[in-house]
């Protein structure tokens, strides 16, 4: 199941279960906050089930996609540094979703380059699209 | 590691009332405390290995599995090897332990009597005398009367012991699902702050862990190297010994200092400088630890203030004895990162509302689907 998502395609089987041990599933109820704005990040969260929307309290955020469904990332912008988060995330449904922690990702990182390399190629790919598409004024998942 | 916020007074004084609580705790279940003490320490320092195995395509199991099985057939290797050259001296070592003793009183008898002659005020008020009953009154017998409650108390100690490998594998197999099944009882509400909590937390222990072997190493060499060089024999024995007992704040570093002024003095009873001389080397390391190896092993990395460190010793041996002295630092540094964490979530309000609004949100949830 792993695998099916974005960030985790390049995986092999058994890479997919070593990240799968870092991963912490969480099960949001329909208006559950999943992060606020401000609050200090510790990593990322990946929609497994369900939908999330972003409370658009930024300008640039205004002609954004405000939803997020499964497979797809967002917190990234917290995932190699701590700093607070730019917008409101509530689940607009009964979602599942699965955090990779800053520490834990990290130190996967520094423990198995192979899996580190993978992950952050994918993982820029996705940021890499979603500012070109800010820049050029397209419809856009916003890095959050 | 992220230098971390101060905390603040209130919180500080939760911490050490926290930390005394608990260290009073240990003290009764010190036959728990201690095997899970030293497979924390052996998880620490294995984890760097299983993790590099598990690189080179060994799977998890199997690495945990493997280490832990030539670490325990060595040390029973080791344990049987030197088991029979022990007990074969065994006999003898009364007469050992009653040798050293009685050269540690030569040499203390001897100072004293060079002290009279240099102040004459001492010897009139006949200190001599005093101090040879004082010893007299210490040392009579000194093997006979100890040996055996020694021997008695590390026979008790022995059960507990045979828990450190069982410990050790379950937490190097298991370490991280437990994290997560931990984690996931959190609610989702305070789920960022607890992963930062478990983080902070494991940096802290293996900082510590490891800080002191690495302390452990740097004395044990510093020593070793000092008693080499002045034909102290077997200096690595005894440079290790002292450095594991410095592990004991305050009390490890005399006993251990004592143990190798009692060696030098039996061994060149007539070249007390020698005895003399260790005394200096045993200084010279206790200043180079408080003020170099300390602060940039274990120190630095716990992040506690040095005034602190002090008052929680005392306290922790007011509060558990000599198990205080001993666990006062990581207790410190695991209740402090705690407290800061709890802390920060109580202080937080939004935090908080978010956990009301979350269980509301659950008890609606439940009531539809029923």
Not at chain 2, 309 to 332: E, K, N
Request: aromatic share 8%; net charge positive.
């Amino acid at each position: 199941m792993l695998r099916k998502l974005d960030v985790f395609r390049d995986l092999t089987f058994k890479e997919a279960l070593e990240v799968d041990e870092l991963l912490h599933e969480r099960t949001y109820e329909k208006g559950e906050i999943i992060f606020e704005e401000g609050d200090i990040g510790h990593g990322i969260f990946i929609v497994v089930s369900g939908k999330v929307t972003v409370d658009p309290s930024h300008e640039i955020l205004k002609e954004a996609v405000l939803e997020f469904g499964p497979g797809e990332m967002l917190g990234e912008l917290t995932l190699f540094e701590e700093a607070p988060r730019f917008a409101t995330v509530v689940a607009a449904e009964r979602t599942v979703m699965v955090g990779l922690f800053r520490a834990e990702f990290s130190s996967l990182l520094t423990r198995n380059t192979k899996i580190g390399v993978k992950v952050l190629e994918r993982l820029s790919r996705i940021m890499c699209q979603r500012v070109r598409r800010l820049l050029l004024r397209e419809r856009h998942q916003p890095s959050l | 590691m992220k230098t971390f916020r101060q905390p603040g007074a209130v919180t500080m004084f939760m911490t050490v009332l926290v930390t005394c609580l608990v260290l009073f705790l240990f003290q009764r279940i010190l036959w728990l405390v201690v095997p899970g003490l030293l497979a924390l320490m052996i998880y620490y320092c294995l984890r760097p290995l299983i993790d590099w195995l598990v690189v080179r395509g060994v799977s998890h199991e199997m690495a945990v599995f493997g280490t832990v099985g030539v670490v325990l057939v060595i040390t029973v290797g080791v344990v049987f090897l030197s088991a029979p050259q022990l007990l074969s001296r065994l006999p003898q070592m009364q007469v050992t332990v009653d040798r050293y003793v009685s050269g540690g009183q030569t040499l203390l008898r001897r100072t004293v009597q060079a002290l009279e002659e240099v102040a004459p005020v001492l010897k009139r008020a006949s200190l001599s005398r005093q101090v040879d009953t004082q010893i007299q009154a210490f040392t009579g017998q000194f093997a006979e009367r100890n040996l055996g409650k020694v021997t008695l108390e590390f026979l008790k100690w022995l059960p507990s012991l045979f828990l450190v490998p069982y410990l050790t594998y379950f937490l190097l197999k298991d370490a991280t699902r437990l994290k997560k099944y931990l984690i996931r009882s959190i609610p989702n509400a305070f789920f960022e702050k607890s992963l930062l909590l478990f983080s902070r937390l494991d940096e802290s222990l293996r900082s510590f862990f490891q800080g002191l072997l690495v302390l452990t190493c740097l004395d044990t060499l510093c020593l070793a190297s000092g008693l080499l060089i002045l034909g102290v024999s077997p200096a690595l024995l005894l440079g290790l010994t002292a450095a594991v007992l410095s592990w004991i704040p305050y009390l490890g570093s005399v006993i251990g200092c004592i143990m190798v002024v009692l060696v030098a003095a039996t061994d060149f009873p007539d070249h007390p400088s020698i005895a003399y001389t260790c005394l200096v080397l045993f200084l010279c390391v206790r200043l180079l630890d408080d003020f170099v190896f300390l602060p940039l092993t274990i120190g630095r990395k716990l992040h506690i203030h040095p005034l602190l460190s002090v008052l929680m010793f005392f306290l922790g041996a007011t509060v558990a004895g000599g198990t205080g002295l001993v666990l006062a630092l990581p207790v410190l540094g695991v209740v402090s990162v705690v407290g800061e964490v709890v802390a920060q979530v109580v202080m937080d309000g939004r935090l908080r509302a978010r956990y009301r609004a979350s269980r509301q949100l659950l008890a609606i949830g439940t009531t539809s689907e029923t």
